[in-house]
């Protein structure tokens, strides 16, 4: 993918998909100063909102590509999401986080 995205600092990787990176951005959030642990990744999928939206973006993309994918090992191992999820899990963390991501 050729649509780099860097926020403070931290390059956030993207899949063959497109999707982005959730470890990334978590860590892009943590050097903007959000909470590290209260701001974790996981707890953002497992919130009610976010099983709702993802469901949502399952049932009407019809990409035939899941808004979600979690990679076990290897060296891009990690959570991606699609777009419409990084600016949920922005606003999830502040909104200057979430400003940030949608001016990147």
């Given amino acids: 993918m050729n649509n780099l995205m860097v926020i403070d600092g931290i390059e956030v990787r993207r899949d063959a998909y497109g999707r982005y990176s959730l470890n990334d951005l978590h860590r892009a959030a943590v050097a903007s100063g959000a909470n590290a642990r209260t701001k ?3 707890k953002f999928l497992s919130s009610q ?5 993802v469901h949502e973006l399952t049932n009407t993309q019809n990409l035939g590509v899941d808004p979600v994918s979690v990679i076990h090992g290897g060296n891009e191992r990690g959570t991606y999401v699609c777009k419409e999820l990084v600016y949920a899990y922005a606003m999830w963390i502040s909104p200057s986080f ?7």
């Avoid at 909102?49 to 939206?53: I, N, R």
């Fill in 49 to 53: 909102q976010t099983v709702e939206l």
């Fill in 40 to 42: 974790e990744p996981g």
């Fill in 98 to 104: 979430h400003l940030k991501v949608i001016r990147t």
